[in-house]
Nanobody
Framework: QVQLVESGGGLVQAGGSLRLSCAAS????????MGWFRQAPGKEREFVAT????????DYADSVKGRFTASRDNAENAGYLQMNSLKPDDTATYYC???????????????????WGQGTQVTVSS
């Protein structure tokens, strides 16, 4: 059974930082690309970041470029999202996801990802 479990969310002031983690089990994590998405109340789930299996390829939403960094530790079956200079607009539930159709390429499309975590809440106060 595939499981992705996010952690590290919380309440932070604007300008602060958080590091989200994604723990994977039940799949060959090192083989697949992974992504981070977020969903704010009343809005659609949107792409945030993605990283290839070996970490060599990354892509980010324009809204987070230069502030967020995706990384992964395949030996630990884990992925991470370092979020700096947080803004109130970053408030959302953050999800990690695995794309088992890609390894050395990445996708920003929500439909490309077939396994999802349950999400972790990030709240940024002004």
């Amino acid at each position: 059974q595939v499981q992705l479990v996010e952690s590290g969310g919380g309440l932070v002031q604007a300008g602060g930082s958080l590091r989200l983690s994604c723990a994977a089990s039940g799949l060959t994590w090192a083989t697949y690309a992974m992504g981070w998405f977020r969903q704010a109340p009343g809005k659609e789930r949107e792409f945030v970041a993605t990283i290839s299996w070996n970490g060599r390829i990354t892509d980010y939403a324009d809204s987070v470029k230069g502030r967020f960094t995706a990384s992964r530790d395949n030996a630990e079956n884990a992925g991470y999202l370092q979020m700096n200079s947080l803004k109130p607009d970053d408030t959302a539930t953050y999800y990690c996801a695995a794309d088992t159709t890609r390894s050395s390429t990445v996708s920003t499309s929500r439909g490309s990802y077939d396994y999802w975590g349950q999400g972790t809440q990030v709240t940024v106060s002004s």
